[in-house]
């Protein structure tokens, strides 16, 4: 298959991914109040050399050159997120009208040089004032939650009409509430159900929100998603396999489909129920202008008797000697197919957007060039796989690159670059990668 931006067809979106806590910096300026992560990286050994996103790309200060950068790289979509601190430092009550001025001065730039805004709602930073009161698992965070959206609908829906509710739901309840790796870094069974079923909620809620104050609206939310297999085909594995995949790939989509949480095969799962009141069920429901898929890699999958709740346990790429990424994670192009079949296969599903898709290796800049040969393969490989499922009537609309620039990583810090764009972080130096130059001429 010739591999060309045509093939996707005219109306295929193409654009890149960032959130705001890895790019922006400006922690503590002109009124933001602390997001969990802003308290979760002071935490000494959290992170990969006790990296903070203090500074992180100084994209606050530097939106004008990016954006700029940005169009002159053929870029006309941009999925950013809003900091919900930055607009409302408590979490709720006060606004923060610094904060709303940020991302008016970012829409008004962005639309000026053609590029057309993309706002993911809540990328992970929740307002440490909320945090307090329990965060994600306080069932009051629905409210909390929709009250924000409706301040970032009245004040940027005159001229943003693209929305996503969260980013990735099952990552921030399980690494925030269960691995304690995320912030808010809590590590309970029950804290994590409660805080995936507030999540739930609150993403139909969120949705219903912007529907209600913009009908025109295209409003979508994403989901991290890895194709799974069993390591073999023994009948535990197989059995692994299925509940890895179940908490990786249907525990957030299938409530929002109506079809109520998967819980059969996970009895720890069942306990969710607890959390669920009376007429849950059908506020998990939402109909979707579009879901965003977010995937990276596969995962392969075991039978582990000591693991607790899922007796599975993930075979690392690393232990199967198979090509990988610095995120030590295997580099497979076909998962990124079968999980757009997956989601296909569901009835009712709107049409697919991929929300974010990219590499991390460890590029270097050397004579202002950065070289990165193994990101320019991954991405064509993946777009290949992409066209496949396309050819074969997958509804696939878009496709956003993660990541614009190099960033603030989470727990890892600032050493994977997963950007098209180099950042020395010493300087705040930008160099487009050979990858970004690919990606300009390709979406021309
Ligand atoms: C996603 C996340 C992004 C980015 C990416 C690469 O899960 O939404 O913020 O970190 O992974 O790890």
């Known amino acids: 298959m010739l591999l060309t931006k045509e093939a996707f067809g005219k109306d295929f979106i193409w654009g890149v991914s960032t959130a705001a806590y890895q790019i922006e910096g400006a922690h503590n300026l002109d009124g933001k109040g602390p997001s969990v992560w802003d308290t979760f990286v002071q935490k000494r050994n959290k992170i990969f050399r006790n990296h903070t996103g203090n500074i992180a790309c100084d994209h606050y200060n530097r939106y004008i050159d990016d954006?700029?950068?940005?169009?002159?790289?053929?870029?006309?979509?941009?999925?950013?997120s809003v900091s919900w601190s930055r607009i409302l430092p408590e979490g709720t009550g006060r606004i923060n009208q610094s904060g709303i001025d940020f991302y008016n001065k970012l829409i008004d730039l962005s639309?000026?040089?053609?590029i057309t805004p993309w706002i993911t709602l809540y990328h992970w930073?929740?307002?440490?004032?909320?945090?307090?009161?329990?965060?994600?698992?306080?069932?009051?965070?629905?409210?909390?939650?929709?009250?924000y959206v409706a301040i970032c609908?009245?004040?940027?829906?005159?001229?943003?009409?693209?929305?996503?509710?969260?980013?990735?739901p099952t990552v921030f309840s399980a690494a925030g509430y269960f691995f304690g790796v995320h912030a808010p870094g809590r590590k309970s069974i029950e804290g994590f159900l409660a805080a995936a079923h507030h999540a739930a909620l609150a993403q139909a809620h969120g949705a219903r929100v912007i529907k209600a104050l913009q009908p025109e609206s295209n409003v979508g939310t994403t989901?991290?998603?890895?194709?799974?297999?069993?390591?073999?085909?023994?009948?535990?594995d197989i059995k692994a396999a299925k509940k890895a995949d179940l908490l990786l790939n249907r525990l957030f989509i299938e409530p929002l489909l109506g079809m109520g949480y998967p819980v059969n095969e996970i009895k720890t799962l069942r306990r969710i129920e607890k959390y669920i009141k009376q007429n849950d069920e059908q506020d998990l429901k939402f109909d979707m202008d579009f879901i965003g898929i977010q995937n990276y890699t596969r995962?392969?999958?075991?039978?582990?008797?000591?693991?607790?709740?899922?007796?599975?346990?993930?075979?690392?790429?690393?232990?199967?000697?198979?090509?990988?990424?610095?995120?030590?994670?295997?580099v497979y192009p076909e998962s990124i197919y079968h999980i757009l079949k997956k989601f296909q296969a569901y009835e009712n599903i709107p049409p697919l957007i991929i929300t974010e898709n990219g590499a991390a290796f460890s590029d270097t800049l050397q004579n202002n060039?950065?070289?990165?040969?193994?990101?320019?393969?991954?991405?064509q490989n993946i777009l290949q796989q992409v066209l496949r499922a396309k050819q074969e009537g997958v509804n696939v609309n878009g496709y956003f690159v993660w990541t614009f620039l190099d960033n603030f990583e989470w727990a890892e810090g600032y050493h994977p670059r997963f950007g098209l764009v180099h950042v020395d972080f010493q300087t705040q130096q930008r160099t487009v990668k050979a990858s970004g130059h690919w990606y300009a001429d390709f979406i021309k």
């Open 369 to 379: 060039v950065v070289h990165d040969p193994k990101r320019l393969q991954y991405i």
């Open 153 to 168: 609908v009245k004040s940027f829906g005159d001229r943003v009409k693209n929305w996503m509710v969260l980013n990735e």
């Open 125 to 147: 930073d929740l307002p440490h004032s909320l945090e307090i009161k329990g965060g994600w698992t306080n069932r009051d965070v629905k409210d909390w939650f929709g009250d």
């Open 111 to 114: 639309l000026e040089l053609g």
């Open 299 to 330: 995962e392969i999958i075991r039978y582990a008797m000591f693991v607790p709740f899922l007796q599975a346990k993930i075979v690392n790429a690393k232990d199967r000697k198979v090509e990988m990424t610095a995120m030590e994670w295997e």
């Open 223 to 236: 989901f991290s998603c890895s194709h799974v297999e069993p390591y073999t085909n023994r009948e535990k």
């Open 67 to 80: 954006l700029h950068l940005m169009h002159s790289m053929n870029i006309r979509n941009y999925r950013f």
